[in-house]
């Protein structure tokens, strides 16, 4: 039989599961998706414990594992163990540093991996790479589990296909969620919302439709499993990597211990807290945390709260990442630094200095983890540092350049939905010799310019902004640059960044280390409206390792 796009791509038996038919294929060969099923289903027939971990998004939180009650009737004999390593908000990025203590630690028979969902906007190299480091690893411990990949489904449809790369390149069974509710839709002429609460969650019914569909996409590896016609069956050498680069394979989740000036704190006053074994605390500006570290891949994980504050961070004293842990509650971890050397590393983390207004920069911060990969193939060379040392970050103060001294121009073009499309054509602004009609900026509140209220229109668009910062000396600088949504940024004509994707939280500066020339710096800025915001802020802080820090001044173009 050939190969089909209905929802079980693993060549398995036709079956009626809860009422709904789910097509499949039989007759599986040596090599084909799922025959890792056949050894870990004769154990648990045999008596064998089945340690059943499910690992994804918050559709696998709320799921529970959604096969528990499948498992323990089709292997009586058995004890079965099902682990719910949901966590919500999460991709497979952190999944491959959280799956030794969430996944690997248990022990696992079966393992199901519900992330296509989640990793949506990650870059397609980079799903592979992740979902790929996940697979690899598992199957390359001594007693390998068997894996399922679950496709879950979205309203507008997913990207499915970075999964199913890695799933068919590793003889991984799929199941395809996707299809299975397109096609139990279609067929019922039933809606969307009676299986999901919202355009990805399933909702009680959904959570049970998954159940039925993937229990029916194992069903068919029961009765050889039972029957020992498949048994005995000895993995194989796993194929090459998919990844260009290096696999991340060795990544974990490492507890920082108390340091002077944080406090340890035992848990959480939320339900979040299962994801962490304490945090360090700390609310006083200048508090820092200075992390040696062997590895490939750094970050940090932590706790979030509306009432807390902001850190910087750094990695060999990189331009550091301003990172909030009060945009929302719960949890939230940053990659800070990704294919580094493979030598010794500095990771520094500084609560702000105090601002003189009331800022949301400021607060308490309760750090849980670091993020660790490449340790295995790390030596213990020490990496070169950079000039964002600890005493530079310590002094850093940053001054937001008002409205009052930008000026601007536009708006130049509509979009249908957002200002996507216009972000990489040049109009006038941006081209030598032309003769631009520059307007003036009134004051606004805070160093934000707001474009909406600018332009009196809530349409999509697409404006320009200018300003000079004069210096007496040359001298480098960091520039902050927060936007909502498209940008791209030029300093003395020299294009410094484009935001054409997702870059960070709301209200999140970017920081970019930039050269002022003694006399006039011009920085210009264009920026473009997403489905809702339309504005940006720029702050600048002169570094004290070039001398004595100069005020900013702002003129207009």
């Known amino acids: 039989m050939s190969r089909t796009n209905w929802f079980v791509k693993s060549r398995a038996l036709l079956i009626i599961a809860a009422s709904i038919l789910f097509p499949a294929l039989v007759a599986w060969g040596e090599n084909d998706a799922g025959s890792d099923l056949l050894e870990v289903f004769a154990r648990a027939h045999r008596g064998g414990p089945l340690r059943y971990v499910a690992i994804g998004g918050s559709i696998t939180q709320a799921g529970e594992g959604w096969i528990d009650g499948w498992l323990r009737k089709q292997f009586p004999q ?67 589990p068997a894996i399922i990949m679950l496709e879950a489904a979205k309203r507008a449809g997913a990207n499915l296909q970075r999964h199913r790369r890695v799933a068919r390149h590793y003889g991984l ?40 569909a993937i229990a029916a996409a194992l069903e068919p590896f029961v009765p050889p499993a039972k029957a020992g016609t498949r048994a005995g069956v000895g993995s194989k050498p796993l194929p090459s990597p998919l990844s260009t680069k290096p696999l991340l394979l060795d990544g974990r989740i490492v507890p920082l211990s108390g340091v002077q000036g944080w406090t340890a704190e035992s848990s959480l006053p939320a339900w979040w807290t299962r994801f962490f ?11 820092a945390l200075v992390l040696p570290l062997r590895g490939t891949t750094l970050g940090v994980f932590y706790a979030m709260d509306e009432s807390f504050g902001s850190f910087y961070a750094s990695v060999d004293g ?16 940053s990659i800070l630094s990704r294919d580094l050397p493979a030598e010794e590393h500095l990771m520094t983390l500084l609560l702000p200095r105090q601002s003189g207004k009331p800022s949301r920069a400021n607060g308490p911060v309760k750090l849980g983890y670091a993020l660790v990969a490449g340790e295995s193939r790390s030596g213990r060379e020490h990496s070169p540092q950079g000039i964002f040392t600890l005493n530079v970050l310590q002094q850093l103060t940053f001054s937001d350049i008002p409205a009052k001294d930008w000026s601007w121009s536009g708006p130049y073009a509509v979009g249908e939905k957002d200002a996507l499309s216009l972000i990489h054509q040049a109009f006038d602004p941006e081209r030598k010799g ?48 927060t936007v909502d949504y498209y940008a791209k940024l030029w300093v003395n004509g020299k294009l410094i960044v484009t935001f054409d994707g997702f870059h960070g939280p709301s209200g999140s500066p970017q920081f970019f280390p930039v050269t002022l020339r003694p006399g006039s710096n011009e920085i210009l800025i264009k920026v473009g409206s997403g489905s809702q915001g339309f504005g940006f802020s720029v702050s600048l802080a002169k570094l004290p390792a070039k001398g004595t820090p100069q005020e900013s001044r702002g003129q207009k173009k």
């Open 318 to 333: 990189a331009p550091p990442a301003h990172i909030f842990t009060n945009f929302r509650n719960g949890y939230g971890y």
């Open 78 to 144: 058995s004890s079965v163990t099902t682990i719910n390593a949901g966590m919500s908000a999460t991709g497979s990025e952190l999944g491959v540093f959280r799956v030794d203590r969430d996944v690997i630690g248990h022990q696992p028979d079966l393992v199901a991996i519900e992330f296509c969902l989640n990793d949506g906007d990650v870059p397609d190299e980079d799903a592979v790479r992740n979902i790929e480091s996940l697979v690899v690893r598992l199957k390359q411990l001594a007693h390998p």
């Open 173 to 212: 069974l799929e199941v395809d969620l996707q299809q299975a509710v397109d096609n139990y839709l279609k067929e019922d002429g039933k809606s969307w919302e009676s299986l999901f609460s919202d355009d990805v969650h399933p909702n009680q019914s959904g959570h049970e439709f998954y159940a039925n």
């Open 434 to 481: 032309m003769d631009v009609p520059w307007k003036n900026l009134a004051d606004q509140e805070g160093g934000w310019i707001n474009f909406r209220q600018v332009t009196g229109s809530d349409n999509p668009g697409l404006v320009y902004a200018a300003t000079h910062i004069e210096t007496t000396v040359e001298e480098t600088a960091l520039l902050g640059l």
């Open 277 to 287: 074994l304490g945090v360090l605390s700390a609310d006083a500006p200048g508090t």
